[in-house]
């Protein structure tokens, strides 16, 4: 980390020098530029790549390489959750704790038709909960503060371009390595990062 | 991204190269199996009747169901789809030709509308709905149902075309505003086709929920054709640039979507009148759940709604077009069952009772209406190739 704070002094600071460098960050202005700025740190090895766009572009995640998300397993398993307890929940009280036949209606699996309404509701309820909910848990909310935040020029109007990162994590990384691949990509803005003193200290 | 309106794709127009052989085929199956129809339909009109009504609402329901989707098409404005509504145009344009056809109708109407060869003053049910179910009004209705969708669907061909020759977006707004205009009559209309053909074979029987039904499965069999359709012209070498893999998820999507709402709709209404269990209601479900008719009716639970829901569930075959055309056909055919049951158990009471002319309908107005619309593949481009979202439509991304 020393060496890496050494020469990130070349270039412009957000957050404080004392702490830890966290990413080198870059701006350009159209998503053509990102996307190919994307693929020559990948070609070159960096991993740890991230983007931050005002809308979402097309063909960026497919070259971010970013994974399938985990979003349709736990809706999934929301909705199998959901069937299961409707059932359960139907079932066992008109056939076990107090069986009730009203009109005629067999009270078993084979007056199914009555209990799929409840069943439908509660699997599209769960289902959606799970959506949700996992949308914002796997995006990393809630939370107070982001490193990026430290960055005036993104925390300020984080539309006045497209944004990236490499993170200082990413086993290649070297200041001067990645300031030179996003310079060559045409790169505007290039800042090292480093995180804010927390207050509690 | 780029500049889009440099890569308008070139208009294509169909070769007759690619159907050949197949095109005197269809049109050979038509000739054999319309006068095969005539010859068994002499022989026992009443079998007839009930078999030409099957054939003839199953196109029916798809060619209605193609006019829904250029209606959808322009109503929502939407980009996506601009690749495959010529198709949808050609498809639904068809509606002459299927009156034409279902001309038969008119002499054996009797036969498969009972309530025809009934006299009101005997019948007290009939004589209450006198004033709708009387035999004027009937095909006065049933004019206005195929006036009002052919004209429609011609009107949007027309447009549609003089747009090729001048590219001038009015066509598109006058399209748009005619989708306006058809929507709330088109839904009435649908709705009270569908009363008056397949609700109207037992007067006795109510479902205000059975033109949705109707209107689901004719959606749901039109987007299976429009596949098909869109893969055996893409497997010909042509609409590779209007319709991409994102089209295929698009479609993939669409075909999950409504077999979902097919679904629905066929639980609720079956639900609804299990709970109520109205004897006038039920004989519908009695007899289509009795009997052999009861393994057809568990195949349309199973085949036109578990099954393809399970198989469009995931993510990655959606977008596979060889797979979503299995699927497709597949749905197709259980659409056909579908309508199969709607009208052959009026008939056959007893039990699933399968008859050669029930083949034969099918093949006759399939057949005939299938060499048309190839006859007229080749007479205007593949695509609205000036369509103001053509651009839009060729970079589609999902």
Same mark, same amino acid.
């Given at each position: 980390?020393?060496?890496?704070?050494?020469?990130?002094?070349?270039?412009?600071?957000?957050?404080?020098?004392?702490?830890?460098?966290?990413?080198?960050?870059?701006?350009?202005?159209?998503?053509?530029?990102?996307?190919?700025?994307?693929?020559?740190?990948?070609?070159?090895?960096?991993?740890?790549?991230?983007?931050?766009?005002?809308?979402?572009?097309?063909?960026?995640?497919?070259?971010?390489? !970013? $994974?399938?998300? &985990? /979003?349709?397993? @736990? %809706?999934?398993? +929301?909705?199998?959750?959901?069937?299961?307890?409707?059932?359960?929940?139907?079932? !066992? $009280?008109?056939? &076990? /704790?107090?069986? @009730? %036949?009203?009109? +005629?209606?067999?009270?078993?699996?084979?007056?199914?038709?009555?209990?799929?309404?409840?069943?439908?509701? &509660?699997?599209?309820? @769960?289902?959606?909960?799970?959506?949700?909910?996992?949308?914002?848990?796997?995006?990393?909310?809630?939370?107070?503060?982001?490193?990026?935040?430290?960055?005036?020029?993104?925390?300020?109007?984080?539309?006045?371009?497209?944004?990236?990162?490499?993170?200082?994590?990413?086993?290649?990384?070297?200041?001067?390595?990645?300031?030179?691949?996003?310079?060559?990509?045409?790169?505007?803005?290039?800042?090292?990062?480093?995180?804010?003193?927390?207050?509690?200290? | 991204?780029?500049?889009?309106?440099?890569?308008?794709?070139?208009?294509?127009?169909?070769?007759?190269?690619?159907?050949?052989?197949?095109?005197?085929?269809?049109?050979?199956?038509?000739?054999?199996?319309?006068?095969?129809?005539?010859?068994?339909?002499?022989?026992?009109?009443?079998?007839?009747?009930?078999?030409?009504?099957?054939?003839?609402?199953?196109?029916?329901?798809?060619?209605?169901?193609?006019?829904?989707?250029?209606?959808?098409?322009?109503?929502?404005?939407?980009?996506?789809?601009?690749?495959?509504?010529?198709?949808?145009?050609?498809?639904?344009?068809?509606?002459?030709?299927?009156?034409?056809?279902?001309?038969?109708?008119?002499?054996?109407?009797?036969?498969?509308?009972?309530?025809?060869?009934?006299?009101?003053?005997?019948?007290?049910?009939?004589?209450?709905?006198?004033?709708?179910?009387?035999?004027?009004?009937?095909?006065?209705?049933?004019?206005?149902?195929?006036?009002?969708?052919?004209?429609?669907?011609?009107?949007?061909?027309?447009?549609?075309?003089?747009?090729?020759?001048?590219?001038?977006?009015?066509?598109?707004?006058?399209?748009?505003?005619?989708?306006?205009?058809?929507?709330?009559?088109?839904?009435?209309?649908?709705?009270?086709?569908?009363?008056?053909?397949?609700?109207?074979?037992?007067?006795?029987?109510?479902?205000?929920?059975?033109?949705?039904?109707?209107?689901?499965?004719?959606?749901?069999?039109?987007?299976?054709?429009?596949?098909?359709?869109?893969?055996?012209?893409?497997?010909?070498?042509?609409?590779?640039?209007?319709?991409?893999?994102?089209?295929?998820?698009?479609?993939?999507?669409?075909?999950?979507?409504?077999?979902?709402?097919?679904?629905?709709?066929?639980?609720?209404?079956?639900?609804?009148?299990?709970?109520?269990?109205?004897?006038?209601?039920?004989?519908?479900?009695?007899?289509?759940?009795?009997?052999?008719?009861?393994?057809?009716?568990?195949?349309?639970?199973?085949?036109?709604?578990?099954?393809?829901?399970?198989?469009?569930?995931?993510?990655?075959?959606?977008?596979?077009?060889?797979?979503?055309?299995?699927?497709?056909?597949?749905?197709?055919?259980?659409?056909?069952?579908?309508?199969?049951?709607?009208?052959?158990?009026?008939?056959?009471?007893?039990?699933?009772?399968?008859?050669?002319?029930?083949?034969?309908?099918?093949?006759?107005?399939?057949?005939?209406?299938?060499?048309?619309?190839?006859?007229?593949?080749?007479?205007?481009?593949?695509?609205?190739?000036?369509?103001?979202?053509?651009?839009?439509?060729?970079?589609?991304?999902?």
């Amino acid at each position: 980390m020393g060496r890496d704070t050494e020469m990130s002094r070349h270039l412009p600071v957000a957050g404080s020098l004392a702490e830890p460098l966290h990413a080198v960050g870059a701006r350009f202005d159209t998503p053509d530029a990102l996307i190919a700025a994307v693929r020559s740190l990948r070609a070159a090895g960096h991993n740890a790549v991230d983007c931050y766009t005002p809308y979402p572009v097309h063909g960026l995640a497919e070259e971010l390489k !970013v $994974p399938k998300s &985990l /979003i349709s397993f @736990l %809706v999934l398993g +929301g909705a199998v959750t959901a069937i299961a307890l409707a059932l359960t929940m139907q079932l !066992v $009280p008109s056939n &076990l /704790i107090y069986p @009730l %036949v009203v009109d +005629g209606k067999p009270i078993n699996l084979s007056g199914l038709p009555q209990y799929v309404p409840i069943t439908v509701a &509660l699997t599209l309820m @769960l289902g959606a909960l799970a959506a949700v909910k996992g949308m914002i848990l796997l995006g990393g909310m809630p939370r107070l503060n982001h490193p990026m935040l430290a960055w005036d020029l993104f925390a300020k109007d984080a539309s006045r371009g497209f944004f990236l990162t490499v993170s200082a994590r990413d086993p290649y990384f070297t200041v001067e390595k990645v300031r030179e691949l996003l310079e060559l990509s045409g790169a505007g803005d290039i800042t090292a990062i480093h995180l804010e003193p927390s207050d509690d200290e | 991204m780029s500049d889009e309106t440099s890569h308008l794709p070139p208009a294509e127009t169909f070769d007759y190269k690619h159907v050949g052989g197949r095109f005197i085929g269809l049109c050979v199956t038509a000739v054999v199996t319309l006068l095969l129809s005539l010859v068994l339909g002499i022989s026992n009109p009443q079998q007839f009747a009930f078999s030409w009504l099957f054939a003839g609402w199953f196109f029916v329901t798809i060619l209605i169901g193609s006019l829904f989707w250029v209606i959808v098409h322009h109503a929502t404005d939407a980009a996506w789809s601009v690749g495959i509504r010529r198709q949808l145009e050609n498809i639904s344009c068809q509606l002459p030709l299927l009156a034409l056809l279902l001309l038969p109708l008119l002499l054996v109407a009797p036969k498969v509308w009972t309530w025809m060869a009934e006299s009101p003053a005997h019948n007290h049910e009939l004589a209450e709905k006198a004033a709708y179910l009387n035999i004027n009004f009937f095909w006065i209705r049933t004019a206005v149902y195929f006036l009002l969708f052919g004209i429609v669907a011609l009107l949007f061909r027309r447009n549609s075309l003089a747009q090729d020759k001048d590219g001038a977006a009015i066509h598109s707004i006058r399209n748009r505003r005619l989708a306006f205009f058809i929507i709330p009559f088109g839904a009435i209309a649908l709705t009270f086709w569908s009363f008056d053909w397949m609700m109207g074979l037992n007067i006795r029987f109510v479902s205000t929920i059975f033109g949705i039904y109707n209107f689901a499965g004719a959606v749901l069999a039109a987007l299976c054709v429009i596949i098909l359709l869109a893969n055996a012209l893409r497997s010909a070498g042509y609409l590779k640039r209007v319709l991409t893999a994102q089209h295929n998820f698009a479609f993939g999507k669409l075909l999950l979507a409504f077999t979902l709402f097919w679904g629905w709709i066929a639980f609720v209404q079956y639900m609804l009148i299990w709970y109520a269990n109205i004897p006038e209601e039920t004989s519908f479900y009695v007899l289509r759940s009795t009997g052999s008719w009861k393994v057809l009716g568990i195949l349309l639970v199973v085949g036109h709604f578990i099954l393809p829901f399970c198989l469009l569930l995931f993510r990655g075959p959606k977008a596979n077009a060889r797979f979503l055309g299995m699927v497709a056909f597949w749905i197709l055919a259980m659409h056909l069952i579908d309508v199969y049951m709607l009208v052959l158990p009026v008939l056959h009471p007893e039990g699933f009772h399968p008859a050669v002319l029930d083949v034969v309908s099918v093949l006759a107005i399939g057949s005939t209406l299938g060499a048309f619309f190839l006859k007229g593949l080749g007479d205007s481009p593949l695509w609205p190739s000036r369509d103001p979202r053509l651009a839009e439509a060729a970079n589609f991304n999902d």
